[in-house]
């Protein structure tokens, strides 16, 4: 099972970007997946996570109204949406996903990370 993180990137103030996360390999169901992010110096924060079946998404204070986690469970995707990024949002972006397969259960796997860099 492999977690691939894309979509981050260059932007100024106030702008938006969107982080896919999509899972491949074999496997049998996708759970809770979450995006973190770390900043140089900083430790690792939650941003937004979501449940399998897409309900009551949750989010990091300091991003709520600002970013939306989705998912699409035929992708095997969960995306987040940033918009009105601030310099503060600069870190790079890890996704995690619970993930269930038939020879080791539910085990947690971690995407390789994106990174997000937002400009004054």
């Known amino acids: 099972v492999q977690l691939q993180a894309s979509g981050g990137g260059l932007v100024q103030a106030g702008g938006s970007l969107r982080l896919a996360c999509v899972a491949s390999?074999?496997?049998?169901?996708?759970?809770?997946v979450s995006w973190y992010r770390q900043a140089p110096g900083e430790q690792r924060e939650l941003v937004a996570g979501?449940?399998?079946?897409?309900?009551?998404?949750n989010y990091g204070d300091s991003v709520k109204g600002r970013f939306t986690i989705s998912r699409d469970n035929t992708e095997n995707a969960v995306y987040l949406r940033m918009n009105s990024l601030q310099p503060e949002d600069t870190a790079v972006y890890y996704c995690?996903?619970?993930?269930?397969?038939?020879?080791?259960?539910?085990?947690?796997?971690w995407g390789q990370g994106t990174q997000v860099t937002v400009s004054s």
């Open positions: 995690n996903a619970n993930i269930w397969t038939p020879t080791r259960g539910s085990q947690v796997y």
């Open positions: 390999g074999s496997f049998f169901r996708i759970n809770t």
């Open positions: 979501i449940f399998g079946s897409g309900n009551s998404p």
